[in-house]
């Protein structure tokens, strides 16, 4: 199927539908873009969920594309590390990279997403604001919507449909009740809950703002990222069940309790802990899998809606953006919307897979493996191997956030390079007890250029 002129439909004006509006309306795309909420910019972000989201390279460049980042990145912070926060009192800063061309950005999703709005109606694109989708008839290319505002109904007719609509995506529920997706969903045992540190009374920031802050606890754990109104939003993470857990620590009396036994610096900058903790919801988390993303030529998902991820890698935004940018290089290469379709998804479902799996591993690694010594060594090691031999051993967290390397050659190569950490590190306590040359020899043996 060819479509002239060429016109397409997009379920979601959160962050990727409102980018793909932009980069296709930019390339001579008729745009429309459904959302059921109203338009934020005029009644403003509602908080108590996930506003903050970590900008690393990949997202960078989908912006770049769209011309867009360097607005963001003016609206952003700069975080050179984790700075962790263990339980004897003692902090560390673990960098990310060498020096501050290795970096990530944290970014308000409000904020992003408000930029990326008004870059999708300055390109051309339509936005229908308090257009929820109800049902959606394939065969007749076709849908209804619901306005919750004011209860009225209407239909609309779709030549190609992209469900850009999240975790919850209507498109992608009505797609698998036609033709069946695959579709398996994993939820993870814990759940979070968003806090704030706000700014200090003279204005500035309570703590070092220039960090992902992390207070690894075992099983549970509290981060804090940093905003341009010099607040930190702080997200904790629990179990759903057990001896600490959302079962147990229900009431805001239980959090102050929670908090100030746990992490006492932390607790220090949240006068209004109890009230947050009462105020905001708990959001469980999960992955989702897909065996299949598009139906032929009608419709196709990205982002959130085909492989929501759990958010301890920080590329659930990232990973999206390069969705946006992968489909609208695959539908300006193809005239066959079908065809379109397919490569990308053999493009990018591999990838996906790739990021959720770090994804799940890296939660692991935040919340109990920063604390270990031998961990400690690793990193260690990986850096003094990583400038002996460039262009052979890059770190996974480089090669997933600094780099565009394809996430499934990220996860593989991590996969090889985390063995040889051990295998060199083993029964050491310290790096100059690490035969250098020998670990040299082993990543020259197991490892080709990247």
């Known amino acids: 199927m060819t479509i002239t002129p060429r016109r397409i439909l997009i379920a979601g004006a959160g962050l990727a539908g409102a980018l793909l509006a932009t980069l296709l309306a930019r390339r001579g795309w008729q745009v429309d873009v459904l959302e059921k909420r109203p338009d934020q910019r005029i009644r403003g972000y509602e908080s108590g969920r996930s506003i903050n989201l970590a900008l690393a390279e990949r997202g960078l460049h ?18 050179r590390g984790r700075m962790v926060h263990f339980s004897d009192g003692r902090v560390q800063l673990q960098r990310y990279g060498s020096d501050d061309s290795d970096v990530i950005h944290s970014v308000h999703r409000g ?12 390109a051309g694109a339509r936005i229908h ?7 959606i008839d394939f065969e007749r ?5 619901v306005n919750d505002h004011d209860r009225s109904r209407s239909n609309m007719e779709f030549a190609v449909l992209v469900g850009a609509d ?3 995506s209507a498109v992608r529920r009505a797609m698998n009740a036609h033709t069946a997706l695959g579709e398996r969903v994993e939820p993870l045992e814990h759940a979070y809950k968003e806090l704030e540190i706000p700014p200090a009374q003279d204005g500035g920031f309570r703590l070092e703002p220039h960090a992902l802050h992390i207070w690894p606890r075992g099983g549970y754990m509290c981060i804090a990222l940093p905003n341009t109104e010099r607040s930190f939003t702080v997200t904790l993470f629990l179990p759903q ?3 600490t857990s959302f079962a147990t620590i229900a009431t805001a009396a239980d959090a102050v309790a929670l908090f100030s036994r746990e992490f006492p610096d932390a607790f220090a900058q949240m006068p209004g802990l109890a009230t947050d903790f009462a105020a905001h919801p708990t959001s469980p988390l999960a992955t989702l899998y897909l065996e299949r993303w598009h139906l032929d030529n009608r419709a196709v998902l990205l982002g959130d809606a085909a492989h929501a991820m759990v958010p301890f890698h920080g590329q659930g935004m990232n990973c999206a953006f390069e969705d946006c940018v992968a489909l609208a290089e695959h539908l300006q290469r193809d005239n066959d919307i079908a065809s379109a379709f397919a490569s990308f998804g053999a493009e990018r479902q591999p990838n996906a897979i790739a990021i959720q799996t770090m994804a799940l591993e890296n939660y692991r690694e935040m919340r109990d493996q920063v604390r270990d010594p031998a961990f400690a060594l690793q990193r260690q090691l990986e850096t003094v191997l990583a400038q002996r031999n460039p262009c052979l051993f890059v770190p996974r967290y480089t090669m997933v956030s600094f780099q565009r390397v394809p996430y499934a050659v990220a996860l593989e190569r991590g996969r090889i390079q985390r063995q040889i950490l051990i295998d060199a590190s083993t029964g050491h306590s310290r790096i100059e007890q690490v035969d250098l040359a020998a670990a040299d020899a082993m990543v020259r043996a197991r490892l080709t250029p990247l």
């Open 62 to 79: 989908a912006l770049s594309a769209a011309g867009l980042d360097k607005d963001v990145l003016a609206r952003s912070v700069m975080m």
């Open 111 to 122: 904020r992003l997403n408000h930029i990326l709005l008004d870059a999708a109606e300055a």
């Open 129 to 135: 604001f308090h257009h929820r989708i109800d049902e």
């Open 141 to 145: 290319r076709c849908l209804s919507v």
């Open 166 to 168: 999240g975790a919850g």
């Open 241 to 243: 069940q057990g001896e």
